[in-house]
């Protein structure tokens, strides 16, 4: 039997350098999974504790796995299982294991859940099970998958440790969905963990389904006939309050000298590692004082379910005297009121709901006189205990597993994104939400929805881009587009500060600048768009100006030297030299740009990272662009092939495997040899289109027009929430996707994203038209139309 485990690998490494047998993305489902077509409804990914190991978290995701297969067949289901350091369960095949204690392993299992196209990720949450304190270790996978996530919990503590508490709320808040299994569960993630309420489902635990009234004939199978049985089954461990039970049994014996109680499970691994066998032992001792030995029988194992069923079945009254009123889940009370037994239970809550309205009895806990005394009724009373029994098999019925795969799959086609349907990218987005966003000074830089946020103020950054948008956009009168242009060409001339040399970027609503230089970014994107209005302006008057504000300014230009402002600065460069102008400052900043960005590549690259820097962060394809634009202008094939080679990259690195365009998130920023899925942000939509319109013209392969189009569809629902972002009808555009799905949020950056990736794409598929043969040219959805069905 071959078992693959996930281990650390170094940071960025690419799955095909694992060895062949631990290659995630070749792991199979224990269960059949179908062929993934047109009629495929989704594929899981079920992360918890898994059969054979023996604990209720393992038996409950097996449960829940076989329900799935066995009621949809249509579900693909690959399972994760959590392995604790020093267990070698005999897994099946074609199981993935998580070593709990390793955090590279949760990483690598998150990578190898990308790489296989998951739909819906569905985690079993219990803190003993993930490493780390109070199970954080979890957090190294939930933070890197980028399918929607369900979370059931297991246990919901209302008055949780620290630990807890922040483990507990990353998990709120990185869920799509969750399940528990109890109302007060709910209740208790919306007001301690701050959950909203509309995203928690309850779902009671499944149960098997079997005929009611077979208690003789399992006794006669067991040979228990004539006696009165009571059962308590599971792992055991003190919190069971078994000796509860055991010390009830002089009483009950004293009047049905006929009753057995049967004690089924092994002791739970958590308290045998602790304790071995002791806790046991104590119950066989306190069974022998109390003269009880006789009366009760120990079948010390883990039951497989078939078996574990036909023992419960020749019960007569389950036994659940729990001492925990707070725990929220038992399997085994779910099953015993299932087959229709008459339960006496400790009231906490799974039973307090379940045994509502007289379906079992409740009574208080740590207390043997009322164990027996309400034993001691349901006994003496045949009439009284088979009415409880009905109407324990009646309740049942909404909990079979029948009823269990349906509501867990309604629970999942909630989860599932919407399947995204490529949409039109022809028509221009209208420009109301540029105009509400807009006035005298400027454009605001961030919204309140779709309101402006004038707390923020305004920066050049925007502004800059604004300019662009204004040189470019389509559907403008002359005298629209001349008022605007001058309006953000104003603020790009009053952010110069001569007595720095540098531009400023932040200004605040009353017009005072919140700073005396701006960022080598900000500074950068400044000459960007000034370039940008030398070679695209309509107005000769603005391209003056900017040619002339690009030469006096020309000390900034040079003082950059971080990879994104160098990439601005020459990518501002490029334009102002394919515009005519003549520039030594701009020829001077491209070779110093491209060498160093070349430069880079060199020094950071190693076997599947193919990057200028050790990690990624904003506005990436900037970087290779600048190599592809400065390359074909100044004929330099090395940096021309650097680029493209490490767009090619990032390409790849930013396409999910059902085809979609999944930018890096901005919580990868910082983090070395990685990529998170989120937040994802319009900036690096709109930057890989128009990096690939660059690496188009200078290749003509077509490559580059699908990954544009994927890229540019993200905006309208080719994304990993099936989220529409942007709205043609009023140019508006939200602040990108989030773990939960759309940031309504709709600030500058993001409608101008929209707007100018909208209209470079276009550029890009007018080209595309004009010079490719016409059995070549793919229209404009077609790649997308295939990675999306």
């Known amino acids: 039997m071959t078992i693959r485990q996930y281990t650390a690998m170094a940071p960025g490494a690419p799955l095909a350098s694992v060895p062949r047998a631990d290659r995630p993305a070749e792991l199979h489902s224990i269960l059949t999974r179908p062929a993934y077509g047109l009629h495929a409804a989704m594929r899981v990914a079920v992360v918890g504790t898994y059969a054979p190991r023996s604990c209720g978290i393992a038996t409950f995701t097996a449960d829940l796995c076989e329900q799935l297969a066995a009621h949809f067949p249509e579900v693909g289901l690959d399972v994760y299982a ?22 590279g392993s949760y990483a690598e299992a998150a990578r190898a859940i990308n790489a296989s196209g998951t739909d819906v990720v569905w985690i079993q949450h219990e803190f003993g099970i993930f490493g780390g304190k109070d199970g954080r270790l979890i957090t190294e996978l939930v933070d890197r998958v980028a399918a929607p996530m369900i979370v059931t919990f297991h246990t919901v503590l209302a008055s949780p440790s620290d630990g807890q508490r922040a483990v507990m709320e990353h998990l709120v808040q990185r869920c799509s969905r969750i399940m528990v299994m109890s109302q007060q569960s709910r209740e208790i993630l919306v007001s301690v963990y701050r959950a909203r309420r509309e995203i928690v489902d309850v779902i009671e635990h499944g149960a098997p389904d079997r005929p009611f009234g077979t208690a003789e004939a399992a006794k006669q199978r067991m040979g228990l006939e004539g006696r009165k049985v009571l059962t308590t089954f599971g792992l055991l461990g003190p919190g069971k309050g078994i000796d509860v039970a055991i010390a009830a049994m002089p009483a009950i014996l004293a009047q049905h000298p006929d009753a057995i109680y049967r004690i089924i499970g092994a002791t739970h691994p958590v308290t045998a590692a602790r304790e071995g066998e002791s806790y046991r032992a104590m119950l066989e001792d306190l069974a022998l004082r109390l003269g009880v030995a006789g009366s009760i029988q120990w079948d010390n194992r883990f039951l497989a379910i078939d078996e574990l069923l036909g023992q419960l079945e020749c019960c007569d009254i389950y036994l659940t005297p729990y001492r925990s009123l707070g725990q929220t889940t038992s399997g085994t009370l779910s099953y015993a009121v299932a087959l229709g037994k008459a339960v006496v239970a400790t009231p906490y809550v799974h039973a307090r709901e379940l045994l509502a309205d007289d379906v079992g009895c409740l009574i208080e806990p740590e207390s043997p006189e009322a164990i027996a005394e309400a034993v001691n009724a349901l006994l003496s009373g045949p009439s009284r205990l088979l009415a409880m029994q009905e109407r324990a098999y009646e309740r049942g019925r909404r909990t079979i597993w029948p009823s269990f795969a349906r509501a867990s799959m309604q629970l999942l086609r909630r989860t599932q994104a919407p399947r995204a349907r490529p949409a039109s990218t022809v028509v221009d987005p209208a420009l109301t939400a540029v105009w509400h966003m807009s006035e005298a000074t400027g454009m605001h830089q961030h919204g309140i929805g779709a309101i402006p946020d004038f707390r923020h103020g305004y920066c050049i950054d925007d502004n800059a881009r604004a300019l662009m948008l204004m040189n470019v956009a389509g559907a403008l009168t002359e005298a629209e587009r001349h008022r605007w242009s001058v309006t953000y060409a104003a603020f790009v001339q009053y952010a110069w500060n001569p007595d720095l040399q540098r531009f400023r970027n932040f200004m605040a609503y009353d017009r005072s600048w919140c700073e005396d230089m701006g960022s080598q970014d900000s500074n950068g994107r400044a000459f960007w768009s000034l370039g940008h209005t030398v070679e695209n302006s309509p107005f000769k008057t603005l391209r003056s100006w900017a040619e002339n504000l690009f030469a006096h300014a020309a000390t900034a230009l040079e003082a950059l030297d971080t990879p994104r402002s160098m990439a601005f600065g020459a990518l501002g460069a490029c334009a102002l030299l394919r515009a005519g102008a003549s520039s030594a400052a701009a020829e001077r900043r491209i070779a110093a740009t491209c060498d160093a960005l070349a430069g880079l590549v060199s020094r950071h690259r190693r076997p ?76 690096e939509a709109q930057a890989a289109i128009e990096a690939a319109r660059a690496a188009w013209l200078a290749t003509r392969d077509p490559f580059w027009l699908r990954h544009a189009e994927r890229a540019y569809q993200w905006f309208l629902g080719g994304n ?36 100018l990736g909208h209209y470079s794409l276009k550029a890009l598929q007018q080209s595309a038209d004009q010079r490719l043969p016409p059995d070549e040219c793919l229209p404009a959805h077609l790649d997308t139309t295939a990675a999306l069905a």
Request: aromatic share 8%; net charge negative.
């Open 720 to 755: 990993d929430r099936g989220v529409v972002l942007a709205d043609p009808a009023s140019g508006s555009c939200c602040d990108g996707v989030t773990p939960r799905g759309r940031n309504e949020n709709c600030g500058a950056e993001s409608i101008l994203a929209y707007h």
């Open 82 to 103: 959590l392995e604790a350091q020093g267990s070698q369960h005999a897994y099946a095949d074609d199981i993935a294991l998580i070593a709990a204690e390793a955090p």
């Open 608 to 683: 599947g990272w193919t990057w200028f820097e050790p990690m990624l962060a904003y506005d990436n394809p900037r970087l290779s662009q600048a190599l592809i634009e400065c390359g074909v202008l100044l004929g330099r094939q090395d940096w021309l092939d650097t680029g493209l080679e490490t767009l090619r990259w990032l390409a790849e690195v930013q396409t999910a495997a059902a085809g979609h365009f999944r930018p890096v998130g901005s919580e990868t920023f910082g983090s070395n040899g990685t990529s998170l899925p989120f937040d994802q942000q319009p900036l």
